[in-house]
């Protein structure tokens, strides 16, 4: 599986996933100042296009100050599959 992922940030932020063989996808986050276990976030995220060269998955996300962003798939042969922590994040 091939997974690239980034923030955009600006109004209407997106997380924006590219991605191959996923059926389905989900956005965690640690917001900043609950850096504790157990405080994570996490929303679904929605495939909005399909190609060869991997498909694209989005989410919609609230004004975030964030930490710990990551992104888990689950693979269409059923293992799972996990981003690197992109680190801080700040949209406002």
Request: glycine content about 10%; aromatic content about 6%.
């Amino acid at each position: 599986m091939a997974i690239s992922f980034w923030i955009y940030c600006d109004e209407g932020t997106s997380a924006v996933l590219k991605a191959r063989n996923l059926t389905q996808a989900t956005i965690s986050w640690t917001p900043t100042g609950t850096q504790m276990a157990g405080h994570d976030v996490s929303q679904s995220m929605k495939k909005v296009n399909t190609s060869p060269d991997g498909d694209t998955w989005d989410a919609e996300l609230p004004d975030v100050m964030s930490t710990n962003f990551v992104v888990e798939g689950i693979g269409k042969d059923g293992k799972s599959v996990r981003t690197m922590d992109i680190g801080n994040v700040g949209c406002e």
